[in-house]
């Protein structure tokens, strides 16, 4: 489980910036940016959840990152100032119950596994700008401040709470959330409905949130911002949920119960509820309470579809308390299951992200995670998808493509050959045929489809826009045969040229758009066209500028260095070799 006036510019440079990664990860991106970047409106704040670190990473959580490092970097692409915030949720019941079952304290418990998750972050290029852990001093000083105003504002109050409460999700529950089930043992038990978890009841004294009093004031910010909640169906969710009156929320814990948490000020007796501090997160990476307005005015919230509850009823009305802007855009996503079953210890069918991005590579993984993920509904995931996937479309389909052109065999010179404009005339009548200019219609709106998919969130719909392109890019180089033609023949050799040039653009397009995606695939593919790296920003894209009658920059000069196949094809049998047994991927 896890937590948690756009300015006309004509001038443009570009800035090397190093994303704040681990010192000895860190990577340099190219951002282009305009003179006046720093406005608001090209200021960009995307978080994840922080992730509960009462266990190892698994497949979810590197899911909610990957598809948050896609946007951010696709906004450094555009030349946008973007901050990209991840971390980890490390207080609570369930903490303090799993670091006494390791046998340590629970901060070395917490750091332990934090680590964990910033490894396989740095190894599956996550981005991030900003790394928060709830136990480091600047977050509990923003989550006492942020107390102190719902307080002072009488937003929260003594009082007593008696109903059903889920450890393991650390949320409370209503009573038409909870059923009876039977537990392994036989025992009657009751638990939630939407997780699964026990459940018990629970009374005691602690403090309330007035929840009730904003249920009005969501369903106007919800009605008056249909696109705030993205996909359309979760966004139907909660307006459904809003059709009932919304209880009081207790906001703490009896600190002999808890004491593994941050203190209510003012209370020593009591422990501030988990989601409270967690939630104060993205406001911690934004600078609050000191300096926090220009980041907060432009987040975003990237979350699983199993928190949406706290992310789009708690959090806002928490926010609306105590005065402050909500969210843009709250990005929910679903859940993976492997071989149509959920996830499961028991089941023995965990996926560990890391040792599966150390078989099929880091971008292998990214790959499959985006083409194949639909926020609206859960995805399957299977080794045997992922070596199909990646094999048709990475090696075969985009790796083939560029091996075919740039390849001695036709390209002898090894350089961006030059373009006939009498061959491919804007007017047919040339050596080009209807089929090949559809394709270069569709590779030119191919950036602004890529964009609305990034908008929306639907990644897989823009690789599959991508992937469509890149088979049309190789059917146009299949029906012409360049390898038959006679380059003894003036126009013969005009035509070569001139197919391996729009081809060749075509692929420059494709790896500029892929690389927040698969940034160490995209920059072996445009480091072996010789694309610099101030030449792979969306400004400088300008597909097939010869066909216009304008200048390339490109013609004539010398490819990069070939260094090797783009993608290596996926054998079934290397896989399984290469998988670790049971007791060697145990993480101790």
Known sequence: MHRLTSMSCQFHYIIYLFIAVPRDQRLPVWRSASTHFCTDDRSYYITTPIFYVNASPHLGHLYSAVIADCLHRYRLLQGFNSKFSTGTDEHGLKIQQAAEAAGKDPLTFCTDVSERFKHLFSSCNIAYTDYIRTTEQRHRRAVEHFWSV?????????????????????????????????????????????????????????????????????????????????PERFYQAVLQWLQEDLPDLSVSRQRSRLHWGIPV???????????????????????????????????????GKDILKFHAIY?????????????????????????????????????DP????????????????????????????????????????????????????????????????????????????GRAVSEDYHMLDAVKNL?????????????????????????????????????KLDRRHTQDQRWLDTIIHVSLECLRIYGTLLQ????????????????????????????????????????????GLDSGVLFSRMERQNIDKRKPTKKTAKIK
């Open 150 to 230: 719902l307080w002072n504002k009488g937003l929260i109050y003594k009082g007593g709470y008696e109903g059903w409460y889920s450890t393991q999700d650390e949320s409370f529950l209503m009573p038409s959330q909870v059923a009876d089930a039977v537990d392994s043992s036989g025992k009657d038990i009751k638990v939630s409905l939407e997780s699964g978890h026990k459940v018990e009841w629970m009374k005691e004294e602690n403090y309330m949130f007035r929840l009730s009093a904003f249920r009005s004031q969501l369903l106007d910010w919800l009605r008056g911002n249909p696109r705030a909640i993205q």
């Open 265 to 303: 000020p003012g209370d020593a007796e009591q422990t501030i509820y988990v989601w409270l501090d967690a939630l104060v997160n993205y406001l911690t990476v934004a600078g609050y309470p000191d300096k926090h307005d220009h980041w907060w005015n432009m987040a975003h919230h990237i979350v």
């Open 315 to 351: 959090w806002p009305s928490f926010l609306l308390a105590a005065g402050l802007s909500l969210p843009k855009t709250i990005y929910v996503h679903s859940h993976w299951t492997v071989g149509g079953k959920k996830m499961s210890k028991s089941l023995g069918n965990v996926v």
């Open 354 to 429: 890391l040792e599966r991005s150390q078989i099929f590579t880091s971008d292998g993984m990214r790959y499959f995670l985006l083409r194949q993920g639909v926020p609206d509904s859960d995805c399957d995931y299977t080794d045997e998808k992922v070596i199909k996937l990646l094999n048709a479309e990475l090696t075969d389909s985009l790796g083939g493509l560029l091996n075919r052109c740039t390849a001695p065999a036709l390209n002898p010179a090894q350089v961006y050959p030059s373009f006939c404009l009498q061959s491919f005339p804007c007017e047919r009548g």
């Open 447 to 483: 950036p602004a489809i890529v964009q609305q998919h990034y908008e929306s969130m639907h990644i897989y719909k823009a690789l599959e826009a991508i992937t469509a392109c890149v088979r049309q890019t190789n059917g146009f180089v299949q029906r012409h045969t360049p390898w």
């Open 516 to 559: 927040p995606i698969v940034p160490e695939i995209s920059n072996k593919l445009l480091s072996r066209l010789g694309v610099q790296p101030g030449e792979r920003s969306l400004v400088a894209l300008n597909f097939l500028p010869r066909y216009q009658g304008m200048h390339c920059p490109f013609e004539g000069r010398a490819l």
